[in-house]
Every structure is written in structure tokens, then in C-alpha cells.
């Protein structure tokens, strides 16, 4: 009676989950529901029965499960057997599902090498690791620990290797009935410390800012940072869906390491790795180092094969501690404003559920995607305009296009937004706060996008909205510790910059080089009036048309963004092309190289393959032309503040400055200055800044400072120290 969308089972028309229940309850079966359906009282569903009846039974047999078709096999083969590991891996490596690993039995030592893996568990043992580290000019490190966030791990052991095939494992917390004795942590730190702190001594890691930061916490400043394997993988195939070391192992070895959730479990019964039994955390530590060792052989050669040696070793390697700094400096919050906020925007939500439900006549779940679309769709008539699995959407789309029709929708949307904001930011960032520094500090994640730009976790900060009024009051709870100010660098329009000095195009360099407002520039030249005839909404439209080209938009795109028909999306397009040509014949050549070999690369060397550009279906081909033309932009523009990241950070410590670099959120870095340092901090960042690379127009950088994040200061309120 409900039908099935997502099987193309058809139904009766009007008849949902809740009124097939209750017929099919009232009459017992479908066909004295249809025998009876005359002689029901409720018009609409008297008709609809009376009209559908032959689709009701079909609806039925296509439902049904036939039993009766000539099965052609032989029972025993059906039967369960152990898999073709082999196969099964190299299924799994081919469509990149590491999470089925574990059901997979792992297949002998790669080569056939029976692994060495030994415990440290005296002091003549740590004696002899120490003289075999001291003899290797490099060595992989691995860190166990207690916590996945390493600003509140502790060291449960650390494992090394300097052969493939070989490794060690130092247990110094483990914690369980009958556990062996153990060397006191202090004493391996010690005993450690100068190998670990050596420049000399080349380390190699898997995610090596998580153990530089657990070990800086232990008392260890790891130097000699040469290599993780992570951004490794990240730098060849940047597309990849994990960079995790089992999935790289996978990759690159046809191996099936052995998983955290096999040695600790997981979910409710998961224990904690102080509680693991030492022979098995050995086996799994050191295979990991072990791994990570063999891995740095093979990538690196890679990465000189595909001419991104230069990328990872003078960028993201350099990063790596960049970010870890970052990630220990945190940033300090204001959670008593946060509270306030809460209580407010309580109030605020229960006023919009009030409103939300008389306008739908009746209360029901505002979260429920299901009960909304039945008030939006049956009850209140609205067009259903896209169709899921399980029904029709109401997702962001379909609700902007119809707040035109009614109020319900846009309530709504500005529910979900609040509500969002309040359980991902406003309600969450003070239990954030660290107890130990007092600040929240976030995880930098250097190996997620595609494009090359950073993205931030627990918390992500990326997404704080800084157009709407809440998002700018959240901003605020980010506040400067006494005696400093936040300096916020921003730059300016950074990626229409780079699009005109790849492209070269003359009329983009040269508005760049008057410093004119280019997107007034644009609309002058898209609508073909001088520059002072430029309206408002003129100028509004002119920047969604520069953002667009940028990321590659088509004309339904940007129709849908403008809220204007298709036809004259098409012709602002063609439009700008006319007045911007160069524009497009660099985009056309982005695209053909693309075709050609099969990746597209920023200003810096950067890769991202896009298969999706040879694709049979036209929906993924367009997708892959908007990947294609949009990674060298954004990706480069990702690159450049990478860059300045580094060379602020160099300068901060060679000029012994106590300002920290705390946040990077797209094209802006964020500050923490004492107002003493105030003047020299503006030039220096301006300096790197704006320097980072010679473009054929000037990069230019917005600085504003704040006590908070959200409000900065008026010039006449600027501390003396900074003028």
C-alpha cells in the first residue's frame, strides 16, 4: 500500500506508513481492504483505493519473494569456507576498504621474512637498543599511549626500527594481572633522550605530530623530523580515502597488519592499551615502527618518481612541527560568554519550535527528516522536489527553494542552523577546554583534502560561520590571554589573484595592480557599464560569477545561487569569458592537460589525480572538470600559506619572540601577541606574508587585532606598541 521508492514498488498514491498500518490492521488483508474500499467513509482514500487497485496487487507480487525459480547449484557449495585471502586483499586494496581488513587473515611476513620483534624489558636490553640507534643515522618511532588526543596522552611504551623485519618495544605503563616488571619511564627517557633529541639522527614516523607532541609532553623535543609515511601517501595520491598505516601497508606490501581493535577491542568491551598483555603489544607496536621503516624506503622513491619529492620535503615535512606547536599553543576560550550564549539561544529555539509548529498546524519532531516532509508535503501541499530512498528530501536545498512559498521552510533552515551551532560549538567548546593549559586545542589535519588545504578536528573551526551575526558572536568566545591581543592576517581575495597570475590575463592583472574592488571590476565588465554605474546587487552577483569560475560552476549552478534563470547564468558566463579571454583559455588548458595525463598540479607541484574527467556518466565527468579546475587555484592558494606558515614560524623562534601562531582557517592565520610585540608581529607577518611568492600582482594581507576574535579593535584603540 506504502510502496517502496528505492525498489520502484509503486503503491497506492496518498497512502503512507501510518495509514497502511492502520488498513491493513482494520482489515486483515489486502484483498478485503479492496473488496470494502467503496464503503469507505474518507473520499480521497475511497478513490484512490477504487483507482489503484490493480497497482495495489502489483505493488504486492513485485514485494514478493518468488520461491520457486530453478536454482541450478549443488548445496555443498554453498557452504562456508575460509576466503582466497590473496584475492580478498587485493579486492580490498583495489576499492581502498581498510575496515574489512580485520576480516581478513593475515597472510605470512612479507617475503616470507619471519618478523624479529623483541621487548625491552631490562637495562640490559635498553643498553643494547640504545648502541644499535646510536649506530643507525636513522631510525622509525612510535609512541603507545593513553589517549588518542595527544595533548592528554601519557606514554604506555615506544617502539623502534632501523631494519625491516626487525624491531623493539619498550613497555614502561602496562597495567594487569600478572604483568611482567618494566623499566621506570623516567629512566628510558633519560637514557633516550639524546638520540631522540638528536638533528644528527634522521626520524621516521606514521602521523609523527601526534608522537612529537606526546614526547614533547614527556619531557622529549624530538628533532631530526625527516619523514612520515602519512603525508607521504598524502603527497602521491592526495585522493586516497585513508592514509592510515594499514591501508598504505595494503597498498604498497599486499599486508594485513594487525588492527588496534584486535589487540584492545572495541566499542564497550575495548580496554585500555596499558591492559593489553606485553607479548602482544610488542607484536603490534613494533610492527608497527617495523612497517613504518620498510615504508620510507619504498615512498621516498615514489615521491622522486613522481616529481613530488620537492613538495614533501621542503613543505609538508617542515609543516609537521609548524602544526604541532600550533596544536600545543591552543587558543584560550571564553566559556562563561559560551554559557550565556546557550541559555539564549535556548530561549531562541524553543520560540522557533513554537512558531515552527503553528504554522504547521500541529506539533511533531522538527529533526525528523520523515514527519517533516509529512507536514510539508501532505499536509501543507508543498511541491516535493527531490525523492531519497525513504522519501522526499528536506534537505538545505530543497528548503531555500520553498522559503518563496511559504515561511515554514526558511524557519527551518534557520532552526537547523542554531541548532547546529549550538551543539557543535556554543555547547561543546567549553567541555573542550583542556584542564591541564586551560585552553582548547585543536587537531590540524594535514592529510584530508584533496587540494591540499589544511582542515581542522575537535574542534573544527573551519566551519564557523563569519557572515552571520551568531558565528561572529562565537568568534568572540576566542579571546587573548591578559597582556596580549589575537592578530588576525587575512589574505585578500587570495585566490582570484593566483587565477590572474596563472592565467595572465591583462584586464585581471592590471584592476589587481590599481588595487581596484574586483568585483566591481568584474560587474562593470560583465554588464557593461562604468564602473560607477556598479550597483550593490550588481556587484553581489559579480562575485558569485568570480567565486564560480573558480570552482568551475556551470550556469544551472550558478542560476541556482543567483536565484535567476539559467539562460542569463549562461550569459553572465559567456560574458565574463568575453571580457576575461585569457581566463578561459588557461581553464581550457587545465583541462586538457588534465585529460592528457591524468592529474592536474598547483603552482608548487602539487598533484591530484582526476580520473572522474574520463568518466562514461556526465554527471561524474562534470564533477572531475570542476576537481580539475579548481585544485590549481585553491591548491595553490593552500600552498602559498603553507609557506608563509613556515617562515613565520622559523622567524619566531630564530628572533626569540613570544607570540604564537595559534589557528589557521583557510586564507587566515591567527596570533596570540603581547602588546609589547605588537609593531614587530604586524611587519613580520605582513613581511612573510606578502612575500611568500613573486606573483605578476601584489599579494596583499588584511590585519586586523582584537582582544577577541569576533571584534577587532578601532586604529584609535590600538595599544601605543602598535602603530
Keep these: 500500500l506504502m510502496g517502496d521508492a528505492s525498489d520502484n514498488i509503486p503503491g497506492v498514491p496518498g497512502i503512507g506508513e501510518k495509514t497502511a498500518i492502520a488498513l491493513i490492521q482494520e482489515y486483515g488483508s489486502i484483498e478485503r481492504l479492496l473488496a470494502a474500499a467503496s464503503a469507505i467513509s474518507k473520499p480521497k482514500l475511497r478513490e484512490n483505493l477504487l483507482a489503484n487497485t490493480e497497482q495495489a496487487l502489483m505493488s504486492r507480487r513485485l514485494a514478493t519473494i518468488m520461491t520457486d525459480l530453478p536454482v541450478e547449484v ?304 501532505e499536509k501543507l501541499k508543498l511541491p516535493p522536489l527531490k525523492k531519497t530512498k525513504t522519501g522526499y528530501s528536506t534537505d538545505v536545498e530543497v528548503l531555500q527553494s520553498l522559503a518563496g512559498q511559504h515561511e515554514l521552510p526558511a524557519d527551518i533552515l534557520e532552526y537547523r542552523s542554531l541548532s547546529k551551532l549550538k551543539s557543535t560549538y556554543v555547547d561543546v567548546l567549553p567541555a573542550m577546554i583542556n584542564p591541564q593549559t586551560g585552553r582548547v586545542h585543536t587537531s590540524f589535519n594535514q592529510t584530508v583534502t584533496a587540494t591540499g588545504r589544511l582542515s581542522s578536528s575537535e574542534p573544527n573551526l573551519q566551519n564557523i560561520p563569519i557572515r552571520t551575526e551568531l558565528g561572529r558572536r562565537i568568534r568572540e568566545a576566542f579571546i587573548a590571554e591578559p597582556g596580549c591581543l589575537l592578530l588576525s592576517a587575512d589574505y585578500s581575495q587570495i585566490e582570484l589573484r593566483v587565477l590572474a597570475h596563472l592565467s595572465k590575463d591583462p584586464i585581471l592583472i592590471d584592476a589587481f595592480k590599481r588595487d581596484e574592488d574586483i568585483h566591481t571590476r568584474t560587474a562593470a565588465e560583465v554588464f557593461g557599464v562604468f564602473p560607477q554605474m556598479v550597483t550593490s546587487e550588481m556587484r553581489r552577483q559579480a562575485k558569485v560569477v568570480n567565486f564560480g569560475i573558480l570552482y568551475g560552476m556551470s550556469p544551472h549552478g550558478l542560476a541556482q545561487d543567483l536565484g535567476i534563470p539559467q539562460k542569463e547564468a549562461k550569459r553572465y558566463i559567456e560574458n565574463y569569458f568575453a571580457r576575461y579571454p585569457s581566463v578561459k583559455s588557461f581553464l581550457d588548458t587545465i583541462l586538457e592537460q588534465g585529460r592528457a595525463t591524468g592529474y592536474v598540479t598547483t603552482m608548487m607541484g602539487r598533484r591530484r589525480a582526476v580520473p572522474e574527467l574520463h568518466a562514461s556518466n556526465a554527471v561524474v565527468r562534470q564533477a572531475g572538470e570542476r576537481f580539475a579546475i579548481n585544485t590549481p587555484i585553491q591548491g595553490t592558494a593552500a600552498d602559498l600559506i603553507k609557506v608563509a606558515m613556515i617562515a613565520i614560524h622559523r622567524r619566531l623562534i630564530n628572533e626569540k619572540l613570544s607570540s604564537r601562531m595559534i589557528l589557521q582557517v583557510h586564507d587566515e592565520l591567527v596570533f596570540e601577541v603581547p602588546e609589547p610585540e605588537l609593531a614587530r608581529m604586524k611587519q613580520l607577518v605582513c613581511e612573510e606574508m606578502e612575500g611568500v611568492a613573486a606573483l605578476e600582482i601584489p599579494v596583499k594581507v588584511d590585519i586586523e587585532l582584537g582582544r577577541n576574535w569576533g571584534v577587532p579593535l578601532q586604529d584609535e584603540n590600538f595599544p601605543a606598541s602598535a602603530a
Excluded at 575496515?99 to 587473515?105: A, G, H, Q, T
Excluded at 571564553?334 to 550564549?341: S, V
Design 74 to 377: 549443488e548445496y555443498e557449495q554453498l557452504l562456508s569456507r575460509e576466503p582466497d585471502s590473496a584475492k580478498l586483499l587485493a579486492l580490498i586494496k583495489e576499492f581502498e576498504f581498510p575496515s574489512l581488513l580485520k576480516e581478513v587473515n593475515p597472510p605470512a611476513e612479507e617475503g616470507g621474512v619471519e618478523a624479529d620483534y623483541r621487548m625491552v624489558l631490562t637495562e640490559d636490553d635498553l643498553e643494547e637498543l640504545a648502541r644499535q640507534l646510536a649506530m643507525s643515522p636513522a631510525f622509525a618511532v612510535d609512541t603507545e599511549t593513553t589517549s588518542k588526543d595527544p595533548m592528554q596522552a601519557d606514554l604506555v611504551g615506544l617502539s623502534f626500527s632501523i631494519k625491516g623485519g626487525e624491531g623493539w618495544y619498550i613497555p614502561m605503563a602496562h597495567d594487569y594481572d600478572g604483568h611482567p616488571a618494566q623499566l621506570p619511564a623516567k629512566q628510558v627517557i633519560e637514557r633516550l633522550r639524546p638520540l631522540l633529541e638528536s638533528s644528527a639522527k634522521k626520524k621516521t614516523g606514521q602521523n609523527i605530530k601526534y608522537d612529537y607532541i606526546v614526547l614533547k609532553r614527556a619531557g622529549i623535543d624530538l628533532k631530526g623530523i625527516a619523514f612520515d609515511t602519512m603525508v607521504a601517501s598524502y603527497c602521491l595520491n592526495p585522493g586516497r580515502m585513508s592514509h592510515g598505516l594499514d591501508a598504505i601497508a595494503l597498498e604498497h606490501f599486499n599486508y594485513r597488519m594487525l588492527t588496534y581493535a584486535e589487540v584492545c577491542g572495541s566499542g564497550a568491551k575495548q580496554i585500555p592499551f596499558s591492559q593489553v598483555r606485553v607479548e602482544i603489544a610488542t607484536r603490534y607496536s613494533a610492527e608497527d615502527a617495523d612497517i613504518t621503516w620498510r615504508l620510507n624506503e619504498i615512498l621516498a622513491k615514489l615521491l622522486e618518481k613522481e616529481n613530488v619529492a620537492p613538495l614533501f620535503y621542503d613543505m609538508e615535512m617542515p609543516l609537521v612541527e609548524v602544526l604541532a606547536r600550533m596544536e600545543m599553543n591552543g587558543v584560550k576560550i571564553d566559556a562563561d560568554l559560551l554559557g550565556r550564549m546557550s541559555v539564549e539561544l535556548d530561549a531562541k529555539l524553543k520560540e522557533l519550535m513554537g512558531r515552527i509548529h503553528r504554522l504547521a498546524g500541529e506539533e511533531f519532531n522538527i529533526n525528523s527528516p520523515k514527519q517533516l516532509a509529512e507536514v510539508l508535503f
